[in-house]
Nanobody, 115 residues
């Protein structure tokens, strides 16, 4: 059974930083493309960043230069380092694992950027 468990969300002031983690189990982590998505209230879920099995990364334009996705295959974990956070980054952030037709989601972690 696939499990993706996110952690690291919380309340942070504008300009601050947070690091999200997503621990995976029940999959051969190293072959999966891992991603972070987010959904703000009243908005559709959007891609934040992805990282392929060979380490290629892709970012939404809105987070380029501020967020960094990385993975540790030894720990079955994907990370999202978020710097220079803005109020518009407030959302529920969810982890995704994808390998061909296998597509799994975590439960999400709330990130709130507010003074």
């Amino acid at each position: 059974q696939v499990q993706l468990v996110e952690s690291g969300g919380g309340l942070v002031q504008p300009g601050g930083s947070l690091r999200l983690s997503c621990a995976a189990s029940g999959i051969i982590f190293s072959v999966y493309t891992m991603g972070w998505f987010r959904q703000a209230p009243g908005k559709q879920r959007e891609l934040v960043a992805t990282i392929t099995s060979d380490g290629r990364t892709n970012y939404a334009d809105s987070v380029k230069g501020r967020f960094t996705i990385s993975r540790d295959n030894a720990k079955n974990t994907v990370y999202l380092q978020m710097n220079s956070l803005k109020p518009e980054d407030t959302a529920v952030y969810s982890c995704n694992a994808k390998f061909f037709s296998h597509d799994s989601w975590g439960q999400g972690t709330q990130v709130t950027v507010s003074s």
